[in-house]
T-cell receptor, first 114, second 118 residues
Framework: AQSVAQPEDQVNVAEGNPLTVKCTYS??????LFWYVQYPNRGLQFLLK??????LVKGSYGFEAEFNKSQTSFHLKKPSALVSDSALYFC????????????FGAGTQVVVTP | DAGVIQSPRHEVTEMGQEVTLRCKPI?????LFWYRQTMMRGLELLIY????????DSGMPEDRFSAKMPNASFSTLKIQPSEPRDSAVYFC????????????????FGPGTRLTVL
């Protein structure tokens, strides 16, 4: 079975400071990992994914994530947060042969204050 | 491309009524997913299709829920009869077919249908 944990319901950060949103996963075999963002009253938008290769993945809007196999983590990071980054962030996991069936985490609300 | 299109955007109905939610996936995408989002349960996968064929409907909560995909450009999710606990935001998403394993392709979400059952 696949599972994802996002240990923080909310992350508060001041604009200009680094932002980190945590994610750990559990899956048998090699994982495919994703981050999505949801703005109010909108559908989820894809940010980035890890499939294989370089553990540091760069995505949209200046976000990046680091895959750590030993810690089974895939934390999302941004060096300098913007007020417009305030949104709900979801981590998701799947694996080869799963027909794209994603297991989503509960989501982390990010609040960036001016 | 207009992206994934869902209709209606908002639906308010009374308990016991039939509700039909509609989705038009992105042209050329082979996978279609239906999700439900609530505060209590988060984002749940209800059912998904590959080339119009249902692959996994294990997330459909009960027999009151049914989904169809009569062609590559249209899918419906029906609730009959509806109950207040069905109130949620329902998302449709589509994903392209990749070369080999398609599990690594990102999903493109529609704007959602906010359903309120009174």
């Amino acid at each position: 079975a696949q599972s994802v944990a996002q240990p923080e319901d909310q992350v508060n950060v001041a604009e200009g400071n680094p932002l980190t949103v945590k994610c750990t996963y559990s899956v048998s075999g090699n994982p495919y990992l994703f981050w999505y963002v949801q703005y109010p009253n909108r559908g989820l938008q894809f940010l980035l994914k890890y499939i294989t290769g370089d553990n540091l993945v760069k995505g949209s809007y200046g976000f990046e994530a680091e895959f750590n196999k030993s810690q089974t983590s895939f934390h999302l990071k941004k060096p300098s947060a913007l007020v417009s980054d305030s949104a709900l962030y979801f981590c998701a996991v799947t694996k080869r042969g799963s027909w794209g069936k994603l297991q989503f985490g509960a989501g982390t609300q990010v609040v960036v204050t001016p | 491309d207009a992206g994934v299109i869902q209709s209606p955007r908002h639906e308010v109905t009374e308990m016991g009524q039939e509700v039909t939610l509609r989705c038009k996936p992105i042209s050329g995408h082979d996978y279609l997913f239906w999700y439900r989002q609530t505060m209590m349960r988060g984002l749940e996968l209800l059912i998904y299709f590959n080339n119009n064929v249902p692959i996994d409907d294990s997330g459909m909560p009960e027999d009151r829920f049914s989904a169809k995909m009569p062609n590559a450009s249209f899918s419906t999710l029906k609730i009959q009869p509806s109950e207040p606990r069905d109130s949620a935001v329902y998302f449709c998403a589509s994903s392209p077919r990749g070369q080999g394993d398609s599990s690594y392709n990102e999903q493109f979400f529609g704007p959602g249908t906010r359903l309120t059952v009174l």
